[in-house]
């Protein structure tokens, strides 16, 4: 019998997964709360993707951004 389904994506054989656990406070957290429960199940990687890539910003070669900027910038983007 023949394949069933999709065919894979020649993309698939170099996909990185990186799997985060993230503890959310209420209270502390409640506008990240709001932003993951109002996320589409299905869209919320491409809504993280979307908010780390407007925290990092142009970097210099092996200079990181500061945490402080990272976290302003998510904020500004759940705001």
């Given at each position: 019998?023949?394949?069933?389904?999709?065919?894979?994506?020649?993309?698939?054989?170099?996909?990185r997964w990186v799997?985060?656990k993230?503890?959310l406070y209420?209270?502390?957290?409640?506008d990240l709360i709001a932003?993951f429960?109002?996320?589409?199940h299905?869209?919320?990687a491409?809504?993280?993707?979307r908010?780390?890539?407007?925290?990092?910003?142009?970097?210099?070669e092996?200079?990181?951004p500061?945490e402080?900027?990272v976290?302003?910038?998510?904020d500004?983007?759940?705001?």
């Amino acid at each position: 019998m023949g394949q069933r389904g999709r065919p894979p994506s020649p993309r698939a054989a170099t996909v990185r997964w990186v799997h985060i656990k993230l503890g959310l406070y209420p209270g502390q957290d409640d506008d990240l709360i709001a932003f993951f429960a109002a996320a589409p199940h299905r869209l919320r990687a491409a809504m993280v993707k979307r908010a780390l890539r407007s925290g990092m910003g142009a970097t210099d070669e092996g200079h990181q951004p500061d945490e402080d900027a990272v976290l302003d910038a998510l904020d500004t983007f759940v705001a």
